[in-house]
């Protein structure tokens, strides 16, 4: 009886690899589609990356007397080559897409942070749509403020002093984004959040996170989840800021 338990939880588990393989490879292939409309550059540097890898790869082959062996080789490297190039040209382009747009570091921040983060959109803003968002980790807690520097400046201020009777000595740092001086890229946010030093363990994390989402609860505004289009009616949004 167990012994056919386990013969179909065996099975039961290769079936969903299989299809969790099928749906990935559907999403790429997806991507490349969508990519390729507008990138015309993409498929001539993939296919360029698998047949330089390939080539690579055939003429020390050649030089060792075993190149039909390391052919095979040379092509997987170049299409994994292929795949890695069309994961950071979508990204890219995604990114080119959001800058400037209200929402778009929160977007990045809830989509593309790895690891232990706690993120909180728009924990405090204005009704020009200038917006901090909150970010907990491991490098204590991290404000990230998008919209016109003059105003966010203020925000920032505001929400430190907020916070920090909350969190005591939790380290407390600042990013505005965009591409002024001292502010960070948008394409660069998600490095830099990641290049700040390590100051809290992961019980700290939870304690501070759970201290700052009662405020979270009773303050956070209604922004939209991801960058909004060019041209998108704001009233909704705004009035809701309003209501602050």
Known sequence: MADKQDKAAAKEAKKARKAASKARRGQIFQAFNMQRKEDKALLPLMIGAVVVLGGVAFGVGLLLGIEWYLLPVGIMLGLLAAVILLGRRVQSTQFGKAEGQPGAAGWVLENFLRGRWRVATAV?????????????GRPGVVLVAEGAPHRVKTLLAQEK????????DTPIYDVIVGREEGQVQLSKLQKHLMKLPNNLRPAQIDTVEKRLA????????A????PMPAGAKMRSVQRTMRRR
């Open 124 to 136: 405090n803003g204005t009704t020009q749509l200038d917006v901090i968002h909150r970010v907990v």
């Open 161 to 168: 002093k907020r916070i920090a009777r909350l969190v005591g």
């Open 214 to 221: 009662a405020i979270t609860a009773r303050s956070g505004a």
């Open 223 to 226: 922004m939209p989840k991801g």
